[in-house]
């Protein structure tokens, strides 16, 4: 493979990073290509040795993922560590993917139901001492007002899950990465 179809392809695989990252990976293996051929290496030679652009790619998405997952834990760089790490799993998609779908959408689900019972528990303190609620409005208020603090523990446990399944997912994603990489590199 010739450097220009192997940068390219890199470049397609590193699609949709911040373009200024993308650029400085783009360097770096440009770098290689010129110290290869300043030690009399053929192009070909130099792809085969750096690997398969795409699966570098893919490494690359998922240590960008990982580090952004660890400077800032939030859903947004949650969910792009978890969709950089099923980049990198492509190999195990059909094993892992019936895993964890169906947690995503339980905890999908869960969180639905407890912004639910917030709610319902903001309607019956707001509501409740105005209808006749069974008890008085003292036990409507009280009520309302344990209904949505409950609500608000589950969701910090919740999330505690959720940081934990996300962590775990970015284990598995290094033990993947570790496994892999001597075979990787043998084909040098």
Same mark, same amino acid.
């Given at each position: 493979m010739k450097r220009n179809e192997f940068i390219r392809r890199l470049k397609a695989g590193l699609k949709g990073m911040p373009t200024d990252v993308v650029d400085e990976i783009v360097a770096d293996y440009q770098e290689h290509f010129e110290a290869g051929a300043a030690e009399g290496r053929s192009e070909d030679e130099v792809a085969a040795a750096l690997g398969n652009p795409s699966r570098l790619a893919r490494e690359l998405r998922f240590e960008a993922g990982l580090r952004n997952w660890k400077t800032e834990a939030s859903p947004s760089s949650a969910w792009a560590a978890i969709l950089a790490f099923m980049g990198l799993a492509t190999i195990d998609i059909l094993i892992l993917l019936p895993i964890v779908l169906p947690i995503l959408g339980v905890m999908f689900g869960l969180f639905v139901a407890v912004l639910a019972c917030f709610i319902g528990g903001g309607? #019956? /303190?707001?509501? %409740? =001492?105005? *209808? %006749?609620? =069974?008890g008085g409005p003292l036990v409507a208020? /009280?009520?309302? /007002?344990? /209904?949505? *603090?409950? *609500?608000?523990? #589950?969701?910090a446990l919740l999330t505690l899950v959720s940081i934990w399944i996300v962590n775990a997912l970015m284990w598995f994603g290094r033990l993947h990465y570790r496994v892999l990489e001597p075979a990787i590199h043998s084909d040098n």
């Open positions: 309607f #019956v /303190l707001i509501a %409740g =001492p105005f *209808s %006749g609620f =069974p208020i /009280l009520g309302g /007002l344990g /209904l949505m *603090s409950a *609500s608000v523990a #589950v969701a």
